[in-house]
């Protein structure tokens, strides 16, 4: 039988065929008008995905690398960061932080949960200096609260600047970064917008380029200054990774293209799109018998759901691959065997969805020999999708 | 929402990426040691996914260019042929014997039907020098009975050429060609091998060969003899369509490469693909409440169902398209409006038919305003994969 390879990861995620033929025939070198003239325009589009009038810099790394320009020209040796951290990614911000010698504050919420914003506030003291966090923890599907934290640093801190993690964030969900007063938000090429790894943006309010100013940190690849002078010109510090920037474009492209060339309305619709798909998988694997992993505060990133006491996670990520071709993500670390992970973020549509429940009603019955009534998983999803689809 | 454009018709089918990515690539010269070491490679992987020991042609044409190859080079004016047709491409064969001043004797069955062996047994008289049909009638979704008629022509009118026009029967049906005495089998490139329309290929037997000698007939550019003499040597008569032919031979890599690099056994493994998800389509647009147009013989290739008595099925292509972007196809001629067809040849796969079941369950009840318990196509289609798959 033909089995067609279909990637339902949080990242990465399925390619976009534009995309891919923009990379294939990105054949220029980057110190050209032809590439400066793609760079700007790929710039400007950025800044209406993100929905910001601050700085979008682009940078040929991974969101890791972001993340790590974020701390490196944001704070010094021994400053107090605060960390709010429910999974994995909120780790790597404690992680970076000690890694650069800064005296984070940790704020956990136990994998599955958010934080309480109570919490948050008592937490929010004169000293911090950032606050680190996710829009969604990718590891445990997590949504948290960034607007709460942002008018919280307002009303008790509001010396503070807010980095917040948008990797799997954006494209689905809804930010208002300059209303609600976000410093940095970093987003990954591999997600929402399409194309493969390797390129890392994030945008830089005028406050964070102020704080930039006073870091003490050692940074060189990843001087956002650097950068700023650099990309406001189409050029860039050190050898941009040419043929992401193409796809980049294509997929921008592609996503104005759903909304008759509005990027920001085709933002609006991605967003949706997660939103609407994330209901439906959790309708249909809760109607499968599984339990929600995050039933309080789902992401629309991924989905990410509790298999049975006594079973592993690991059989439905094994068997969905070897029977279906179909890659979903088993937990991670401590939560590996436990959990598994579907995506919605990108370029995934309802059909999507309904190809994937199919495939999961065989799984429940065959090798969890979960009691399944063909259908039903599907059928839980169609009511998410037609009430949506009729509003 | 994102919407993927799925190709759900008998032709063209969806693209396979491999295959689109060759073709990309195919940079050369048709008048090279690489493209000639290309070509024979391509012309013996066709001899193993057609199944036979004949010579088998490319040509850069439609299908229907091998059609009028077959009749230009294997017939005289004033000689009968026997024409089956049972739909729009049987006639086409009839507009062919009668454009090249053949004597069409014509046997029809109606629409969604089949011959009855009987019928063609006496019609089969020695003056008839050709019989012309199709293995799979791709308007009306039926299966004609090669074996019978080729076993028919070896009892009562062994002089006679069995022609069969197996576009999409090829890959959706098994052959046995050289055992069977099918004389001439035509493919094209848009169907079951994954790639756009362009190329069309045929297997020639030796007493086709012979027939040619004696064909009276004007041809140029369909020549097959000459074609054959320049093929041999790797070689084409005219350009050939180089990047379908790059890309016909990723295709049946991958082909092959779905059976472990064994494309006589890929080659089986993508007629039963084929026929699982013809039985498992049937099977869900049943139990919606559409009626099979061809109850007694369907083709692997592709489904066709009515609609019910007062609806138009022009109004399912239209909002499948509108609403998941998905594409089927309309009845032709006179059954536009009745029928629409569904199809299963080539690059689709299980996923794909419990995606377009999903989606068709939202049609039935908003467009058709038919009775629709969600789920309940799907789940007929998963009772078919199920079974097929526990043998």
């Known amino acids: 039988m033909i089995r067609k390879t279909r990637l339902f990861t949080p990242g990465p995620t399925p390619l976009l065929p534009a995309a891919q033929f923009a990379m294939a025939a990105a054949d220029m070198h980057h110190r050209t008008p032809e590439f400066r003239a793609l760079f700007q325009r790929v710039l400007a589009q950025l800044k209406v995905f993100v929905g910001t009038q601050n700085d979008v810099l682009l940078l040929s790394s991974s969101g890791t690398g972001a993340m790590e320009a974020a701390v490196a020209n944001l704070t010094s040796p021994g400053e107090k960061v605060l960390v709010l951290t429910a999974g994995k990614f909120g780790e790597r911000w404690r992680d970076l932080a000690k890694a650069y010698g800064c005296e984070p504050v940790v704020l956990s919420a136990p994998y599955g949960q958010t934080f309480d914003l109570a919490d948050v506030k008592k937490a929010l003291t004169p000293e911090i200096k950032a606050v680190l966090m996710q829009a969604s923890e ?58 493969p790894p390797g390129l890392a943006y994030l945008s830089v309010s005028e406050k964070a380029w102020a704080a930039m100013e006073k870091s003490k940190n050692p940074r060189y690849y990843f001087d956002l200054r650097k950068e700023r002078k650099n990309q406001v010109k ?155 689809a009729s509003k």
């Open 234 to 388: 189409g050029e860039t510090a050190y050898t941009p990774a040419v043929a992401l920037v193409a796809g980049l474009g294509a997929a921008l492209d592609y996503i104005a293209g759903q909304a008759n060339g509005n990027l920001e309305q085709g933002r609006i619709a991605l967003v949706n799109n997660a939103i609407v798909n994330a209901a439906a998988t959790r309708a249909g694997l809760t109607a499968l018998g599984f339990t929600l992993f995050a039933p309080t505060s789902p992401s629309a990133a991924a989905t990410a759901v509790a298999v049975p006491e006594g079973m592993d996670s690991s059989d439905v990520v094994k068997a969905l691959k070897t029977r279906f071709a179909s890659v979903i993500a088993n937990g991670q670390g401590e939560m590996k065997g436990k959990i598994f992970r579907v995506a919605h973020l990108g370029f995934f549509d309802y059909l999507d969805t309904i190809a994937f429940l199919g495939a999961m009603e065989h799984i429940a019955k065959d090798t969890l020999k979960l009691p399944v009534e063909w259908g039903q998983a599907v059928a839980a999803a169609q009511k998410v999708y037609a009430e949506a």
């Open 138 to 195: 990718t590891s445990t599907a997590v949504n948290h609260d960034v607007q709460g934290v942002a008018k919280l640093i307002k009303e008790v801190a509001p010396e503070a600047l807010l980095v917040v993690d948008g990797i799997t964030g954006l494209g689905t969900t809804h930010f208002d970064v300059d209303g609600w007063g976000i410093d940095v938000l970093i987003g990954g090429s591999q997600k929402a917008v399409m194309i």
